[in-house]
């Protein structure tokens, strides 16, 4: 009954690939499920999307089986999203216990949270599953990602990590340049320190470190630290890298 999981392939120690979204053309998903990733993450933060856009990036995805994961700018229309089949929502600048809490009770059903139930959501297939069965696995079946990409959030991790019902722990090396004074110097060694402890903490409280990476090295480094989720960039920029390497590849020299 339950979809491909990304949890639960890095529980079994599975390496999962995925593709950020800012493009709000539905080909986009499958052109990722036919080229191989895992799972989606759509960027609700960053980038304006219609009603409409999400919910056909979410029907596209359930259909293919593609887990598709929602970073949102807060947590209004959670319920909206994972009764929709969303398969797990990504909190942005969680920087404290208070805040982690929020985020568990908009997204897990009891004993967790208090996400709203209803017997005619998409999640359930049009009935195909009953309200009662759903809920038994509703809660294994649905991540809950807290982006840790601030001081605070750096202070209080033990804090924000030690509330059940988080699942998933991503960083935010923009952000966290930012917030260590070092802005746009994503690679600099405070930042790498960081997000480090981050990964150390995530799997000291039992939870699964995603991250963005835009190297093979720093994917193996990553990976013998106990990382086994990664977000390979966002379609936007790999398509333009593409473009210009395709021309660069193909056009003449001119005499």
Same mark, same amino acid.
């Not at 690939?17 to 191989?36: E, F, Q």
């Not at 909206?80 to 908009?106: C, F, N, Q, Y």
């Given at each position: 009954?339950?979809?491909?999981?990304?949890?639960?392939?890095?529980?079994?120690?599975?390496?999962?690939?995925?593709?950020?979204?800012?493009?709000?053309?539905?080909?986009?998903?499958?052109? &990722?499920? =036919? &080229?191989?990733?895992?799972?989606? =993450?759509?960027?609700?933060? !960053?980038?304006?999307?219609?009603?409409?856009? /999400?919910?056909?990036?979410?029907?596209?995805?359930?259909?293919?089986?593609?887990?598709?994961?929602?970073?949102?700018?807060?947590?209004?229309?959670?319920?909206?999203?994972?009764?929709?089949?969303?398969?797990?929502?990504?909190?942005? !600048?969680?920087?404290?216990?208070?805040?982690?809490?929020?985020?568990?009770? #908009?997204?897990?059903?009891?004993?967790?949270?208090?996400?709203?139930?209803?017997?005619?959501?998409?999640?359930?297939?049009?009935?195909?599953?009953?309200? *009662?069965?759903?809920?038994?696995?509703?809660?294994?079946? /649905?991540?809950?990602?807290?982006?840790?990409?601030?001081?605070?959030?750096?202070?209080?991790?033990?804090?924000?990590?030690?509330?059940?019902?988080?699942?998933?722990? #991503?960083?935010?090396? *923009?952000?966290?340049?930012?917030?260590?004074?070092?802005?746009?110097? *994503?690679?600099?060694?405070?930042?790498? &320190?960081?997000?480090?402890?981050?990964?150390?903490? #995530?799997?000291? !409280?039992?939870?699964?470190?995603?991250?963005?990476?835009?190297?093979?090295?720093?994917?193996?480094?990553?990976?013998?630290?106990? /990382?086994?989720?990664?977000?390979?960039?966002?379609?936007?920029?790999?398509?333009?890298?593409?473009?210009?390497?395709?021309?660069?590849?193909?056009?003449?020299?001119?005499?």
């Amino acid at each position: 009954m339950m979809r491909k999981n990304i949890k639960e392939r890095a529980a079994q120690g599975l390496c999962s690939y995925g593709l950020n979204i800012a493009l709000s053309d539905p080909v986009v998903i499958m052109m &990722a499920a =036919r &080229a191989g990733f895992d799972f989606v =993450r759509l960027d609700c933060e !960053h980038m304006m999307f219609s009603d409409e856009v /999400v919910k056909d990036m979410i029907y596209i995805a359930r259909g293919l089986n593609m887990p598709i994961q929602l970073r949102v700018a807060d947590l209004n229309k959670a319920s909206a999203l994972l009764d929709l089949g969303a398969s797990g929502l990504m909190v942005p !600048h969680t920087s404290s216990r208070e805040k982690a809490i929020e985020a568990v009770m #908009a997204t897990k059903y009891a004993p967790y949270g208090q996400r709203g139930m209803t017997g005619s959501s998409r999640a359930l297939n049009f009935g195909e599953y009953k309200l *009662n069965d759903y809920a038994t696995w509703a809660n294994d079946d /649905v991540s809950l990602i807290v982006q840790i990409e601030d001081k605070d959030g750096l202070e209080h991790i033990d804090e924000i990590l030690s509330v059940p019902g988080i699942d998933m722990v #991503a960083t935010g090396k *923009n952000d966290l340049a930012q917030a260590l004074g070092v802005p746009g110097q *994503n690679n600099h060694p405070d930042v790498i &320190a960081a997000e480090d402890m981050v990964i150390r903490k #995530a799997l000291e !409280h039992g939870k699964y470190p995603t991250l963005m990476v835009k190297s093979q090295k720093r994917i193996a480094e990553l990976y013998n630290k106990g /990382v086994r989720c990664f977000s390979l960039g966002r379609d936007e920029s790999l398509l333009f890298g593409a473009m210009k390497d395709n021309l660069a590849a193909l056009k003449l020299e001119e005499k």
